[in-house]
């Protein structure tokens, strides 16, 4: 199936594994360039190596806490810098630790928020501005 995404480019947060990691594969199997990110190196590269082994497609793996709003701009910035532009992006992340309500600190939330709702706002905010000043 051809879904048009040949040569556009895609940036999927939290892709070393799971359900990032399909999310990439499936839009470098429709020909998209895609950078992936994740905070563990090693289990980063095998997902890169995989997915561009098995699509013939250029990946991008970056190493990046998404918990740090600076990390998030260097992403951008070495996704813009080899591809030229950023077309999708997926906020995919892991969720916070399972654990019974009372038992969970408020650390651990402020963690949980920071992981799945602020990383998502700067990764858009990131995306968003490059955009704008792209189009002018």
Known sequence: MDLGLRDRVAVITGSSQGIGRAIAHCLASEGAKVTICARHE?????AAEFIS???GVEVLPVQVDLKKSGNVKQMVMKTIK????IDILVNNTGGPPSMLFQETSERVWREAVDLLLMSAVNCCREVTLHEEARLG
């Open 42 to 46: 090693v289990g980063l590269k095998k």
């Open 53 to 55: 082994s098995s699509t």
């Open 82 to 85: 080899n591809f030229g532009r």
